[in-house]
């Protein structure tokens, strides 16, 4: 795995993604997860549904278009919520990638779209197809899984094991999504997450009513 998909994926990358739990604080406070057994569930269901969804897009990125790209996972992004995050973490990608990795592509990416989803510059930055969306369906569950220690005190051991135990289906599905690397960005699949969604769209409201610990 190249540098920059290693550091992105790190938990200390200044790219604002630790303030992120992809809808586990709303799961958490439905007691829908309450513990490893639940996480896990909750994480598989969101690696096969917006994990293996964000990981296309990062690597069909990694081959150009990108202003379709974005406008195509715009389309693919029903709750506004999930938009709204996907494109905050992206803007703080790019604000940390601008000093790290400043390049002509990065240039044009932020011209065409100053605050672009996170999957496609993730695939602008790493740009190797399987990489970037191993990179992607990554941070699709780690973000959840180290919030679940702090909402839920879980112990940090057991949630890596979980984690550790997901390694074989996120290099599936970034095979899966290294594949549709040329697949025109109409035609790209678009696995949904209704549930995802309806979390994402309760947890913002709460979230401008009462104080939660997570942005998503």
């Known amino acids: 795995m190249n540098l920059a998909a290693l550091m992105i994926a790190d938990s200390r990358f200044p790219g604002g993604g630790h303030v992120h739990?992809?809808?586990?604080?709303?799961?958490?406070?439905?007691?829908?997860v309450t513990d490893e057994a639940s996480l896990s569930s909750f994480l598989i269901g969101r690696l096969r549904t917006a994990g293996a969804l964000g990981a296309v897009f990062a690597a069909a990125a990694c081959r150009g278009r990108h202003e379709e790209l974005d406008a195509e996972l715009d389309a693919r992004t029903p709750s506004?919520?999930?938009?709204?995050?996907?494109?905050v973490q992206g803007r703080g990608i790019a604000r940390a990638a601008l000093r790290a990795w400043p390049s002509a592509a990065l240039a044009e990416l932020l011209r065409v779209t100053p605050r672009p989803h996170h999957p496609i510059i993730v695939g602008v930055l790493?740009?190797?197809?399987?990489?970037?969306?191993?990179?992607?369906?990554y941070h699709a569950v780690t973000g959840p899984a180290t919030g679940a220690v702090r909402l839920?005190?879980?112990?940090?051991?057991?949630v890596n094991a979980v984690l550790a135990r997901l390694a074989p289906e996120i290099d599936a599905i970034a095979?899966?999504?290294?594949?549709?690397?040329?697949?025109?960005?109409?035609?790209?699949?678009?696995?949904?997450?209704?549930?995802?969604?309806?979390?994402?769209?309760?947890?913002?409201?709460?979230?401008?009513?009462?104080?939660?610990?997570?942005?998503?």
């Open 152 to 158: 839920l005190g879980l112990d940090p051991f057991g």
């Open 21 to 32: 739990s992809g809808g586990l604080e709303e799961a958490v406070a439905r007691r829908l």
């Open 80 to 87: 506004p919520a999930q938009r709204n995050a996907s494109r």
């Open 175 to 216: 095979a899966t999504a290294a594949g549709h690397a040329d697949t025109p960005p109409e035609d790209l699949p678009a696995p949904s997450a209704p549930g995802l969604d309806l979390l994402a769209e309760s947890h913002d409201r709460h979230h401008t009513e009462e104080v939660r610990l997570f942005v998503s």
């Open 126 to 137: 790493v740009g190797e197809p399987f990489e970037a969306a191993q990179t992607v369906a």
